[in-house]
Each structure stands twice: as structure tokens, then as C-alpha cells.
Nanobody
């Protein structure tokens, strides 16, 4: 089992920044690809970004590319999402997710579909005011 706890959400003005954290416990964090998703009111949950278990590869949705950055600290069992130049359309509940399928032959794998992730956090609210 993997437990994921997000933190760092809040209210920020447009153009501002936030850094979300996701602390993982349970199974070996360093062997899991990690991702962030978000869900705005009345909308489907959407992919934001993911990072490979090795940390060497990342992938971003077009809507956040160049503004958001995912990183991981395996020593702290934590994945981060730094969000810059936030806009009102970034308002959503942000979820951390873990993909426990480990493939040592594919250190650059970056899962992107929600079905590829087996564990989810409870979410943290990000609200961007105009």
C-alpha cells in the first residue's frame, strides 16, 4: 500500500506562484513514477504532469508547459509541483498519484493516463483569483 498526502495548496493572485508537495509512505518511493492531476469544478480530472521513477524524464500537459515544474526528492519520499504564472483557469483540486509498476529497463517512463496510476492522494485546493 502507498499513502499519498498533498500539501501547499491555497489562494493566490493571478501571476503568482505556489509549490505543492506530496509526501509518500508505504512501498518504495524511488521505484514509482509519480504524477499530478487536477479537477476543476464541473470538469473531468485531467493530467498535469508526471515524472519517471528515475527522475530523469518528465512530461507536461500543453496547458502547463513552461509554467509548471515537477521534481522529486527520493531521500524525502516527496514529489513537488512548482507552479508559476498561475491563471484563474488553473483553479482546481490537485491530486498526486503513484504508479507502482516498476520497469528497470524503462527508467524514462512517464505515465499520463489516470488508469496507469494505482494510488491517489486526497487532493489539495488551488484557487487563483483574477
Amino acid at each position: 500500500q502507498v499513502q499519498l498526502v498533498e500539501s501547499g495548496g491555497g489562494l493566490v493572485q493571478a501571476g503568482g506562484s505556489l509549490r505543492l508537495s506530496c509526501a509518500a509512505s508505504g512501498r518504495s518511493f524511488s521505484s514509482q513514477a509519480m504524477g499530478w492531476f487536477r479537477q476543476a469544478p464541473g470538469k473531468e480530472r485531467e493530467f498535469v504532469t508526471s515524472i519517471s521513477w528515475s527522475g530523469g524524464s518528465t512530461y507536461y500537459a500543453d496547458s502547463v508547459k513552461g509554467r509548471f515544474a515537477i521534481s522529486r526528492d527520493n531521500a524525502k519520499n516527496t514529489v513537488y509541483l512548482k507552479m508559476n504564472s498561475l491563471q484563474p483557469e488553473d483553479t482546481a483540486v490537485y491530486y498526486c498519484a503513484a504508479d507502482s509498476r516498476y520497469d528497470s529497463s524503462w527508467p524514462g517512463r512517464t505515465p499520463r493516463r489516470s488508469g496507469e496510476f494505482d494510488y491517489w492522494g486526497q487532493g489539495t485546493q488551488v484557487t487563483v483569483s483574477s
